[in-house]
């Protein structure tokens, strides 16, 4: 049984960072490409797509977070890695991993295989 579990989220104030982690059992990680998604949390929010990284290491991002997000994987531990910097509070969300299939030409989702439970993330000003 595969799961996946996020952590590292928390609630710090404008202008700092986070390192979230993904961590997966039950299978390698080389098998997939993994995508970091986040929600904000009110009624109706959808989910987005925020990073993704290939099981070759190629990575791709929202334009809103290129130049402070980065994606990383360490296939040794078995998990993938989002280093936050330069966080506002725009960017309070529950941060959500993916095992699953995309395009990276155009950073959409197709299908999921295994998500994680969430973090949150809380940015003061």
């Known amino acids: 049984q595969v799961r996946v579990v996020e952590s590292g989220g928390g609630s710090v104030q404008a202008g700092e960072s986070l390192r979230l982690s993904c961590a997966v059992s039950?299978?390698?990680?080389?098998?997939?490409?993994m995508g970091w998604f986040r929600e904000a949390p009110a009624p109706g929010n959808q989910r987005d797509l925020v990073?993704?990284?290939?099981?070759?290491?190629?990575?791709s991002y929202a334009d809103y977070v290129k130049g402070r997000f980065t994606v990383s994987r360490g296939n040794a531990e078995n998990t993938a890695y989002l280093q936050m910097n330069s966080l506002n509070p725009e960017d309070t969300a529950i941060y959500y991993c993916?095992?699953?299939?995309?395009?990276?030409?155009?950073?959409?989702?197709?299908?999921?295989?295994?998500w994680g439970q969430g973090t949150l993330v809380t940015v003061s000003s």
């Open positions: 039950g299978s390698s990680i080389t098998r997939y490409t």
């Open positions: 990073a993704l990284i290939g099981s070759k290491g190629d990575s």
């Open positions: 993916n095992l699953g299939h995309y395009d990276f030409g155009s950073l959409r989702f197709i299908a999921s295989e295994y």
